[in-house]
C-alpha cells in the first residue's frame, strides 16, 4: 500500500530549510502530483509548530484546537501529505507522531550526516543561539548523543522498513541536490521550480569566539531572545573569517570517531554509509590571536554604532574595547 503521509524528521543541519522552502514555494505543483504540504501556522516554512505541540511544548505549540485544525487542513483522503520538521528525530516521542502520522500509513525519511560535520555546524548554532560556553571539544564531550539512539526509538513504532535512510552527502544526490533527493523519495513530482538555496550562514573564527565570550554574562534566556541570535548572523556578512567552517585538528578529528564509533558501525549495518571522519577541517581559528583585537574591536565599533540588542551584555565584559 502506498503510503499517505510522508513525515520528513530532519535531521537538522542537513539541507532542512532548503527542503521546506521548496515544498512552501511550490504548492500548485505538488497539488497537481496529489500531494499537499498543509499550511497549518506553519514556521520558517517549516512545521516546527506542530513537533513542538506533539512534544508538548509549554510555550511553542500551536494554538488551541489545534487537532482539530490539522483534521481539517489533512482531511481530503485524495491528497498524499508530506510534513517537515527537523524537530521531530530528537524532539517528539514517535508515539506521539503516530497520533497524527499511523504506522502503516507513513513513510519517514531521515537525513543523516558525518559525526565531525555535523557537530560542528549545530556547535556554532548553539552558541550564536544560545548562551553556551563551552569548547567544541568539550561540547562533543557533553553532547554524545548517537543518531542509533533515536532512530531506534522511532523503528519501536513504525519499524525499520517504513524508515528510508540517506546520506547527507553531495555525491549521493541527484546534480549535487539534496532538494532532487528529496522528491525522488515522494516518488518525482513535475514542475517544481527550485527557490534560491536558502544561505543560513554559519558563524565561524574570531566571531564565534567572542558569542562564546559574551554568554558568560548573559543567562539562557537574554541569549535566546531575539533579535540577538540574527544579530550575530548579520555579522557573518561583515568579513570573510566570520563565517564558514572553524578549524578543527586531528585530536578534535580522533575524539569523535571514538566517540562514536559504535554509532557509526550501527549505521553501517544498516546500510547507511556517512564517509569518514575527516582527519582535519581547514577553516578560521577560534580563536585567532594573530587578529583577535583588531576583530573584536570591529564588532564592539559596529555594535556601538547601530545600538545592537546585545550591548547591555557585552559592556559587562571586562574586555569590551570602549
Same mark, same amino acid.
Given at each position: 500500500?502506498?503510503?499517505? $503521509? /510522508?513525515?520528513?524528521? %530532519?535531521?537538522?543541519?542537513?539541507?532542512?530549510?532548503?527542503?521546506?522552502? &521548496?515544498?512552501?514555494?511550490?504548492?500548485?505543483?505538488?497539488?497537481?502530483?496529489?500531494?499537499?504540504?498543509? @499550511?497549518?501556522?506553519?514556521?520558517?516554512?517549516?512545521?516546527?509548530?506542530?513537533?513542538?505541540?506533539?512534544? @508538548?511544548?509549554?510555550?511553542?505549540?500551536?494554538?488551541? %484546537?489545534?487537532?482539530?485544525?490539522?483534521?481539517?487542513?489533512?482531511?481530503?483522503?485524495?491528497?498524499?501529505?508530506?510534513?517537515?520538521?527537523?524537530?521531530?528525530?530528537?524532539?517528539?516521542?514517535?508515539?506521539?507522531?503516530?497520533? #497524527?502520522?499511523?504506522?502503516?500509513?507513513?513513510?519517514?525519511?531521515?537525513?543523516?550526516?558525518?559525526?565531525?560535520?555535523?557537530?560542528?555546524?549545530?556547535?556554532?548554532?548553539?552558541?550564536?543561539?544560545?548562551?553556551? =560556553?563551552?569548547?567544541? *571539544? @568539550?561540547?562533543?564531550?557533553?553532547?554524545?548523543?548517537?543518531?542509533? =539512539?533515536?532512530?531506534?526509538?522511532?523503528?519501536?513504532?513504525?519499524?525499520?522498513?517504513?524508515? =528510508?535512510? !540517506?546520506?547527507?552527502?553531495?555525491?549521493? $544526490?541527484?546534480?549535487?541536490?539534496?532538494?532532487?533527493?528529496?522528491?525522488?523519495?515522494?516518488?518525482?513530482?513535475?514542475?517544481?521550480?527550485?527557490? +534560491? =538555496? *536558502?544561505?543560513?550562514?554559519?558563524?565561524?573564527?574570531?566571531?564565534?569566539? $567572542?558569542?562564546?565570550?559574551?554568554?558568560?554574562? &548573559?543567562?539562557?534566556?537574554?541569549?535566546?531572545?531575539? +533579535?540577538?541570535?540574527?544579530?550575530?548572523?548579520?555579522?557573518?556578512?561583515?568579513?570573510?573569517?566570520?563565517? %564558514? !567552517?572553524?578549524?578543527?585538528?586531528?585530536?578534535?578529528?580522533? #575524539?569523535?570517531?571514538?566517540?562514536?564509533?559504535? *554509532?557509526?558501525?550501527?549505521?553501517?549495518?544498516?546500510? /547507511?554509509?556517512?564517509?569518514?571522519? +575527516?582527519?582535519?577541517?581547514?577553516?578560521?581559528? @577560534?580563536?585567532?590571536?594573530?587578529?583577535?583585537?583588531?576583530?573584536?574591536? #570591529?564588532?564592539?565599533?559596529?555594535?556601538?554604532?547601530? %545600538?545592537?540588542?546585545?550591548?547591555?551584555?557585552?559592556?559587562?565584559?571586562?574586555?569590551? +574595547?570602549?
Amino acid at each position: 500500500m502506498t503510503a499517505r $503521509f /510522508l513525515l520528513h524528521i %530532519g535531521a537538522n543541519k542537513t539541507g532542512t530549510s532548503s527542503i521546506q522552502r &521548496m515544498l512552501v514555494d511550490n504548492a500548485d505543483a505538488l497539488g497537481r502530483a496529489g500531494w499537499s504540504y498543509p @499550511d497549518v501556522h506553519l514556521m520558517h516554512c517549516a512545521h516546527h509548530r506542530l513537533a513542538y505541540s506533539l512534544a @508538548d511544548h509549554p510555550t511553542r505549540g500551536l494554538p488551541e %484546537g489545534w487537532r482539530g485544525a490539522w483534521a481539517q487542513a489533512t482531511g481530503d483522503p485524495t491528497q498524499r501529505i508530506v510534513v517537515s520538521s527537523e524537530l521531530f528525530f530528537r524532539n517528539v516521542p514517535p508515539q506521539a507522531a503516530a497520533q #497524527l502520522f499511523p504506522p502503516g500509513q507513513t513513510q519517514i525519511v531521515l537525513y543523516l550526516r558525518e559525526h565531525l560535520g555535523y557537530l560542528a555546524s549545530w556547535y556554532a548554532q548553539a552558541v550564536q543561539e544560545r548562551n553556551l =560556553t563551552a569548547s567544541f *571539544d @568539550d561540547y562533543i564531550r557533553l553532547f554524545p548523543q548517537a543518531f542509533d =539512539t533515536f532512530l531506534k526509538r522511532w523503528e519501536a513504532v513504525y519499524g525499520r522498513e517504513a524508515i =528510508t535512510l !540517506r546520506p547527507f552527502r553531495r555525491d549521493a $544526490f541527484p546534480d549535487g541536490d539534496i532538494r532532487q533527493d528529496f522528491l525522488q523519495q515522494m516518488g518525482g513530482v513535475d514542475g517544481i521550480r527550485m527557490p +534560491p =538555496t *536558502d544561505s543560513n550562514l554559519t558563524i565561524s573564527g574570531n566571531l564565534l569566539f $567572542f558569542k562564546r565570550l559574551l554568554n558568560h554574562v &548573559m543567562s539562557y534566556d537574554e541569549a535566546h531572545a531575539p +533579535p540577538i541570535p540574527d544579530e550575530f548572523g548579520a555579522y557573518a556578512e561583515l568579513r570573510e573569517t566570520f563565517r %564558514g !567552517r572553524f578549524e578543527t585538528g586531528p585530536e578534535t578529528a580522533r #575524539l569523535v570517531a571514538h566517540i562514536f564509533a559504535k *554509532d557509526r558501525a550501527a549505521l553501517q549495518a544498516r546500510g /547507511l554509509d556517512l564517509g569518514p571522519v +575527516p582527519e582535519r577541517v581547514t577553516g578560521h581559528p @577560534d580563536p585567532n590571536f594573530d587578529t583577535l583585537q583588531d576583530e573584536v574591536a #570591529l564588532i564592539a565599533q559596529v555594535a556601538e554604532d547601530t %545600538g545592537k540588542a546585545f550591548l547591555p551584555f557585552a559592556r559587562r565584559l571586562p574586555v569590551w +574595547p570602549t
